[in-house]
């Protein structure tokens, strides 16, 4: 089973950036987010599409709005990031589990601020 | 707080052994599932391992299933993985990561990681 993100995203500072992540039947499946810094362990930031752990910015907000569709196409799950700021700047990396692949992360997906 | 700190990382040959170490704290260890997930340099994160909180449940990532072997010690609150046969793509940090479900359900997501240690396979 495979994620797939776009490598990188440049978003201004204030604006909103939107980050995919992509695989079948996504919908299917509970979604999660995880932040990396430089030199950091990475920090969940939504989990179970849609979940914001504590300490986690209201500006970080994700979607997997196929969840219980019937549809067969590819899905995709959005982590939004609103206001976005110098220090959102970051990989981030998409996850889910499947029955026979287990763990699967995304590629990443390399933020910048500009 | 939750506090994951692995240890046991270092310099090693293809083909010999290491074996990390996770200890926890600031939580009721034997009420989770754990995992390590490891990121290799320039490359993304990738889960390797996960046991459930009895021992009951493990499984491995394609790439290290016969190799690497994961346990823990509830009663050390502990958390470990052995690695055998270990090659040059084996080289990354490998981080402790704490399953974000409780118990017998699961949740499949890692909401507390360590600081992560260094496995570096080379000759």
């Known amino acids: 089973y495979e994620l797939t993100q776009p490598p990188s995203v440049s978003v201004s500072p204030g604006q909103t950036a939107s980050i995919t992540c992509s695989g079948d039947?996504?919908?299917?499946?509970?979604v999660s987010w995880y932040q990396q810094k430089p030199g950091q362990s990475p920090v969940l930031v939504i989990y179970q599409d849609i979940k914001r752990p504590s300490g986690i910015p209201e500006r970080f907000s994700g979607s997997n709005p196929e969840r219980f569709s019937r549809s067969n196409s590819g899905n995709t799950a959005t982590l939004t990031i609103s206001g976005t700021q110098a220090l959102d700047e970051a990989d981030y990396f998409c996850q889910a589990w499947d029955s026979s692949s287990h763990v699967v992360f995304g590629g990443g997906t390399k933020l910048t601020v500009l | 707080e939750v506090h994951l700190m692995e240890s046991g990382g270092g310099l090693v040959e293809p083909g010999r052994s290491l074996r990390l170490s996770c200890a926890a704290s600031g939580f009721t260890f034997d009420d989770y599932g754990m995992h390590w997930v490891r990121r290799a340099p320039g490359k993304g994160l990738e889960w390797v391992s996960g046991?459930?909180?009895?021992?009951?449940?493990?499984d491995y990532a394609d790439s290290v299933k016969g190799r690497f072997t994961i346990s823990r010690d509830n009663g050390k609150n502990s958390l470990y993985l052995q690695m055998n046969s270990l090659r040059i793509d084996d080289t990354a940090f490998y981080y402790c990561a704490k399953d974000g479900g409780l118990g017998a359900d699961p949740g499949f997501y890692f909401d507390n990681w360590g600081q992560g240690t260094l496995v570096t396979v080379s000759s």
């Open positions: 046991i459930s909180w009895n021992s009951g449940g493990i």
């Open positions: 039947k996504l919908g299917d499946r509970y």
